[in-house]
């Protein structure tokens, strides 16, 4: 069996991108994979990772007498682990008005209203083609980062139905095969987190011609750079005008 940890980064208002980005990790190999982090945390001094916090050296967080040297190599060994325990990795990341300008309003009414949503629903297909591909035919378990306890959470219940859709796509393989989890006690979504954001970094450079941050350079290169056995790790998707068009196009036809 195999998990999922998804996160999501650049979600806030302000923020000209969204995407969703899954490591994938052998079920087995979890416990593993926390304890590694958690002896790394002991080692370097933290207790929970926030990857922007400690990109930022966040005056309130526990990162704030970090030096630069060491924001970049603790990031880069939370890399490491993440490449070593992850068997692969995907990203899928749009520019938030120019979703707004293609998809028609209803289906925008009819997928969410948070941008992260579409990103996530993209996220589960491309997952579910993968393991597709790998033979897999047991159900994955997906965590997603915590959104609260609130049942009628907006941003939650949009998960919810994304799940409850890829459920009636593929029955049985989602339907009580995910949960939310808190990213300070999960070390794998905190090695999402890390994913994330530097996918994120790539995709804001791409799409606004936004400059990256150093660390946010090293680590897309990094992670699209790792190719276990030759088999590239990261699917990376930066989503453009035409290829959001054609999506469109294809959901028009399947309706």
Not at 54 to 62: D, I, L, Q, R
Request: charge should be neutral; proline fraction near 3%; glycine fraction near 8%.
């Amino acid at each position: 069996m195999i998990t999922v940890f998804i996160d999501d980064s650049g979600t806030a208002p302000g923020h000209k991108v969204a995407i969703a980005a899954g490591m994938i990790v052998e079920s087995s190999r979890v416990k593993s994979l926390d304890r590694e982090f958690v002896d790394l945390g002991q080692e370097e001094g933290f207790s929970y990772f926030h990857t922007s916090e400690c990109v930022a050296g966040n005056k309130e967080s526990e990162f704030s007498e970090w030096d630069s040297g060491k924001r970049q190599r603790v990031c880069s060994r939370i890399r490491q682990i993440a490449m070593r325990y992850g068997v692969s990795a995907c990203s899928i990341a749009i520019d938030r008005n120019l979703y707004d300008e293609v998809v028609p309003v209803h289906m925008r009414n009819e997928g969410g209203k948070f941008h992260y949503t579409w990103a996530v629903g993209y996220l589960v297909e491309m997952l579910d083609h993968w393991a597709k591909r790998q033979g897999l035919n047991t159900p994955s378990e997906y965590i997603f980062d915590w959104m609260g306890g609130n049942k009628r959470n907006a941003a939650k219940k949009e998960i919810e139905a994304v799940m409850a859709k890829a459920e009636e796509r593929r029955p049985g393989h989602y339907k009580g095969h995910y949960a939310f989890g808190r990213s300070k006690d999960t070390p794998g979504l905190q090695c999402a987190v890390i994913l994330a954001w530097s996918c994120y970094q790539f995709a804001l450079s791409k799409l606004t011609n936004t400059p990256p941050k150093e660390i946010g350079v090293d680590g897309f290169l990094d992670f699209d750079g790792h190719r276990p056995k030759g088999i590239k790790w990261l699917l990376a998707i930066v989503q453009t005008r035409e290829q959001l068009e054609n999506w469109v196009i294809e959901k028009l036809r399947e309706t």
